[in-house]
């Protein structure tokens, strides 16, 4: 019986884009990867690997996070740690991770020498071993492997659990040899692996200071647990296949170069061989194949001294096989052909025209937004607890609450945005202030309550800063 972690481990090496990892992989089991687990060692050398698998998983992160979330609060140490640490830049890589693995985690870290802002690390399933309760994340360890040797492994353990608002975050030096694992003294190996760890325990803190981000829920494999699915779950057999294609049209490719089948006699003599002089063969004319037909002429045979052969290449076939199947996979991980290049149109596309064509993967897009805009809200307000007792801040303050809104990866134009505004104006279905914050959305409060007043000056209606957008 397969468990998550196996699942896991698959989804892994596709997102690899390796095709080594990938025959190894299903070189060590039976029964799974029709293609690559039937490949020898010499036939793999040949084998062709399309990486659809990362294509799906750098989409998925760009639909989400293309356009950076707005993030409202009036912390400015969140604001202040937003610029210092690319936050925006790590939720790309954490949402391409969580894509593939079916989640990801995102961990608060502490280090006075690196920042004085906390650290944000991003943690994959694979060195992760949670507990959930109620579908919440009660307590998590995070792997991390220090020696690999012939014999053994040491691997440094980190837990996470909170009792009664205490975050406890202990540290254990783990060895494994075989089947069986050893906690050991983490101090006799502190200096030679820089193990500079010590456990905490911090107070006033709601939570792990970590959030696991599942990537799509239910899991259908396992309706039970919490842990996400990953894009390409049930697709896996396909993109297999479709390696299997690219294989063999590239095979039909080589098989195709014209080839001369030449009668022996017409070949150069060597004269500096230091035996008798023999037919060479340069390497360079890789086309010339070396045939005796002396028995053919003595036999009257018909075979000519120079003669082609070339096989077909079957290049529509393999490419409407190969197309059907990327755009079978892409469907069937949640996105809209169209998203991939398959099947564009020509022309410049509208930004809503665009949304109608690739309905689907706003779909999928928006089922995963859920989930990580509850847990971005959850990070960040423990992200200001951490902030506090751990005496990062120059001075304590009072945690804010802080609102994370998903923003849209499509932009629209300047005259898109203007028809939209222009019909709530003719509903009288907003007010003067919304619709200036629809066409300046990355505008301040006092900008948009500036022209506010300006647009009312010009008409003529003038009303208290208290009033505008009432």
Same mark, same amino acid.
């Given at each position: 019986? =397969?468990?998550?972690?196996?699942?896991?481990?698959? &989804?892994?090496? #596709?997102?690899?884009?390796?095709?080594? $990892?990938? &025959?190894? @992989?299903?070189?060590?089991?039976?029964?799974?990867?029709?293609? #690559?687990?039937?490949?020898?060692?010499?036939?793999?050398?040949?084998?062709?690997?399309?990486?659809?698998?990362?294509?799906?998983?750098?989409?998925?992160?760009?639909?989400?996070?293309?356009?950076?979330?707005?993030?409202?609060?009036?912390?400015?140490?969140?604001?202040?740690?937003?610029?210092?640490?690319? @936050?925006?830049?790590? !939720?790309?890589?954490?949402?391409?991770?969580?894509?593939?693995?079916?989640?990801?985690?995102?961990?608060?870290?502490?280090?006075?020498?690196?920042?004085?802002?906390?650290?944000?690390?991003?943690?994959?399933?694979? %060195?992760?071993?949670?507990?959930?309760?109620?579908?919440?994340?009660?307590?998590?360890?995070?792997? =991390?492997?220090?020696?690999?040797? /012939?014999?053994?492994?040491?691997?440094? *353990?980190?837990?996470?659990?909170?009792?009664?608002?205490?975050?406890?975050?202990?540290?254990?030096?783990?060895?494994?040899?075989?089947?069986?694992?050893?906690?050991?003294?983490?101090?006799?190996?502190?200096?030679?692996?820089?193990?500079?760890?010590?456990? /905490?325990?911090?107070?006033?803190?709601?939570?792990?200071?970590?959030?696991?981000?599942?990537?799509?829920?239910?899991?259908?494999?396992?309706?039970?647990?919490?842990?996400?699915?990953?894009?390409?779950?049930?697709? %896996?057999?396909?993109?297999?296949?479709?390696?299997?294609? #690219?294989?063999? &049209?590239?095979?039909?490719?080589?098989?195709?170069?014209?080839?001369?089948?030449?009668?022996?006699?017409? !070949?150069?003599?060597?004269?500096?061989?230091?035996?008798?002089?023999?037919?060479?063969?340069?390497? !360079?004319?890789?086309?010339?194949?070396?045939?005796?037909?002396?028995? &053919? =002429?003595?036999?009257?045979?018909?075979?000519?001294?120079?003669?082609? *052969?070339?096989?077909?290449?079957?290049?529509?076939?393999?490419?409407?096989?190969?197309?059907?199947?990327?755009?079978?996979?892409?469907?069937?991980?949640?996105?809209?052909?169209?998203?991939?290049?398959?099947?564009?149109?020509?022309?410049?596309?509208?930004?809503?025209?665009?949304?109608?064509?690739?309905?689907?993967?706003?779909?999928?897009?928006?089922?995963?937004? $859920?989930?990580?805009?509850?847990?971005?809200?959850?990070?960040?307000?423990?992200?200001?607890?951490?902030?506090?007792?751990?005496?990062?801040?120059?001075? $304590?303050?009072?945690?804010?609450? %802080?609102?994370?809104?998903?923003?849209?990866?499509?932009?629209?134009?300047?005259?898109?945005?203007?028809?939209?505004?222009?019909?709530?104006?003719?509903?009288?279905?907003?007010?003067?202030?919304?619709? *200036?914050?629809?066409?300046?959305?990355? #505008?301040?409060?006092?900008?948009? +309550?500036?022209?506010?007043? =300006?647009?009312?000056?010009?008409?003529?209606?003038?009303?208290?800063? +208290?009033?505008?957008?009432?």
């Amino acid at each position: 019986m =397969r468990t998550v972690n196996d699942y896991i481990k698959e &989804w892994a090496v #596709w997102y690899s884009g390796d095709a080594e $990892r990938i &025959w190894k @992989f299903y070189n060590t089991r039976q029964g799974h990867g029709r293609f #690559w687990g039937n490949l020898d060692y010499k036939e793999r050398q040949n084998a062709i690997h399309m990486p659809l698998a990362q294509d799906i998983c750098s989409t998925s992160a760009g639909l989400l996070f293309s356009e950076p979330p707005r993030i409202e609060t009036d912390s400015e140490r969140v604001h202040e740690f937003i610029d210092d640490s690319l @936050f925006e830049s790590r !939720l790309i890589e954490a949402a391409d991770m969580a894509a593939a693995l079916g989640g990801v985690y995102i961990k608060i870290d502490t280090d006075p020498d690196v920042s004085h802002h906390p650290l944000i690390t991003i943690r994959s399933p694979l %060195v992760s071993k949670p507990i959930f309760k109620g579908g919440k994340l009660h307590s998590v360890s995070f792997y =991390r492997l220090i020696k690999d040797g /012939q014999d053994s492994q040491l691997f440094l *353990v980190e837990h996470r659990e909170n009792h009664n608002g205490v975050l406890y975050i202990t540290f254990e030096l783990i060895e494994v040899k075989g089947d069986r694992a050893e906690s050991i003294d983490i101090d006799e190996y502190r200096a030679e692996y820089e193990l500079f760890v010590e456990d /905490q325990a911090l107070p006033g803190v709601d939570g792990l200071g970590a959030v696991y981000i599942p990537n799509l829920l239910p899991n259908r494999l396992f309706p039970e647990s919490s842990e996400g699915v990953s894009d390409y779950q049930g697709s %896996v057999q396909l993109l297999d296949a479709l390696d299997e294609v #690219w294989t063999s &049209w590239i095979r039909d490719i080589e098989l195709g170069m014209a080839r001369l089948l030449i009668d022996e006699d017409m !070949l150069k003599s060597d004269p500096f061989s230091e035996k008798a002089p023999r037919a060479k063969f340069d390497p !360079l004319q890789s086309a010339f194949l070396k045939l005796s037909m002396d028995d &053919w =002429r003595l036999g009257g045979g018909s075979a000519k001294p120079i003669e082609q *052969v070339q096989f077909d290449i079957r290049y529509d076939e393999h490419s409407k096989t190969a197309t059907d199947l990327t755009a079978e996979i892409v469907s069937r991980c949640g996105y809209a052909p169209q998203s991939f290049g398959l099947g564009e149109m020509s022309g410049a596309v509208s930004g809503s025209a665009l949304k109608i064509r690739e309905r689907k993967s706003f779909i999928t897009r928006r089922k995963k937004a $859920r989930f990580w805009q509850h847990e971005l809200q959850s990070l960040l307000m423990m992200l200001q607890q951490i902030d506090n007792v751990s005496l990062l801040s120059p001075s $304590r303050y009072e945690p804010q609450p %802080v609102t994370v809104t998903m923003s849209d990866s499509i932009v629209e134009t300047q005259v898109e945005m203007s028809e939209t505004v222009r019909n709530l104006s003719m509903a009288d279905a907003a007010s003067t202030k919304i619709k *200036v914050l629809m066409m300046n959305p990355d #505008w301040t409060d006092e900008q948009v +309550d500036e022209e506010v007043q =300006r647009i009312l000056q010009e008409r003529g209606t003038l009303i208290p800063p +208290d009033m505008i957008g009432g």
